[in-house]
């Protein structure tokens, strides 16, 4: 990959733009998976003590969901063939010091990018023979199993919001209607009432009537 341009790299990638931190304090963490496989590198990532190691593992697995949805390659034939971080935009923020004075603060951000490719045949071919000699099966296979289940458990507890926001807004609905019917019987009451006093006024007037002839 010699002279391929940063965008010209082949495999598929997943990039993070914004993160705040440092590109060098990113490229440390970066330099740890260039080269592994898929759950060599999840694992080396779960392991570090950096708080970027959250933000590339999770970079890591949107490039994974990439390559099984758009390409059609299975998790455990992945391998990160290429990673960096680019500088993205400083902030600038400025810290009062002695004597009236103040010193300039400089917030960085970095662009993640991570890319994975597929093993090549003869290659998955010895990393399968190596785990069947080992009678179990390699760490991608974990990874890969594992991302499923975050997937899973995702998009049921989505899915658990959801029915519960219809819920509530059906409830609201006939809250509503609830009210309605109780304003229409006041309404009723009201009307009944009326009625009454004016046929009270009625049957007094005419007994005057009679009184007076």
Known sequence: MTGLKTNERPGT??????????PSKARAVLDLVRGESYGRASEILAFSE???????????????????????????????????????PTLKRWRPRARGRATQILKRTSHITIIVSRYDDATLADLREREEAKGRAGSSAHAAEARRQRVERSRAAAEEAAAAE???????????????????AVESVATDVTDEATAEEAAVEQQDEEESN
């Open 13 to 22: 990638r997943a990039v993070v733009k914004y993160v705040r931190v440092s």
């Open 50 to 88: 950096r708080s970027v190691s959250e933000v590339v593992g999770k970079c890591l697995d949107s490039a994974v969901a990439n390559a099984e949805n758009n390409d059609g390659i299975a998790a455990e034939e992945l391998f990160v063939s290429a990673c960096y971080a680019d500088e993205g």
């Open 166 to 184: 219809e819920a509530a807004a059906h409830d609201h609905e006939g809250h509503d209607h609830d009210h309605d019917h109780g304003d229409e």
